[in-house]
């Protein structure tokens, strides 16, 4: 990503403090999405860094990594795979638990999402504690998938998130 291409990308996320509790500097891409300009060039951005990956789909965390995420599939001509919040899903689910920097959680995602040894690719917002990304991770293996790769918008390294994600290929288009 060029310099230009990368201020325009930081000046359009807002920082919100203590949201949602107090201590977290919350990331805001909702400003970046409804920049057609930044927009598209952060998709074009992940699009060129996930290039040389070899992956069958997109699996997209909610809600943010679902406009990421899907973008990216349209555009690279793969299959898109929602990792929704706990209870959102109609069908039958695998779930996978994990911790935030501020709670818990709980993914989950369709037991027919994944065929034993596809290729897939994470696609969210932000990685911060890891946490997202690990139970992510965790559901496409449990599938018997394999993770091609892992790429974010925005990584908090102050939070390690990445420590957490050895052993997977890991990329962030903005480092805070």
Do not use: W
């Not at 598209?40 to 679902?66: H, I, N, P, W």
């Not at 965790?138 to 052993?167: C, I, Q, S």
């Amino acid at each position: 990503m060029q310099e230009d291409e990368e201020r325009l990308l930081r000046s359009s996320i807002r920082d919100i403090p203590d949201y949602p509790k107090k201590g977290i500097m919350f990331k805001d891409l909702t400003p970046l999405l409804k920049d057609r300009g930044a927009f598209k060039t952060c998709v074009d951005a992940l699009v060129e860094s996930v290039s040389g990956m070899q992956f069958d789909y997109v699996l997209g965390v909610e809600a943010r990594g679902f406009i990421m995420g899907g973008a990216v599939a349209y555009r690279l001509g793969r299959g898109f795979i929602p990792a929704r919040k706990k209870g959102k899903l109609p069908y039958n689910v695998v779930t996978q638990e994990y911790a935030l920097e501020y709670g818990t959680a709980a993914l989950d995602m369709h037991v027919d999402a994944i065929e034993k040894g596809s290729r897939v690719l994470i696609i969210d917002d932000l990685l911060a504690t890891g946490g997202t990304a690990l139970a992510s991770a965790k559901l496409v293996e449990g599938l018997g998938g394999r993770v091609a790769g892992m790429a974010f918008v925005v990584e908090l390294g102050a939070l390690n998130g990445r420590d957490k994600l050895k052993g997977y290929s890991v990329l962030s288009l903005l480092k805070y």
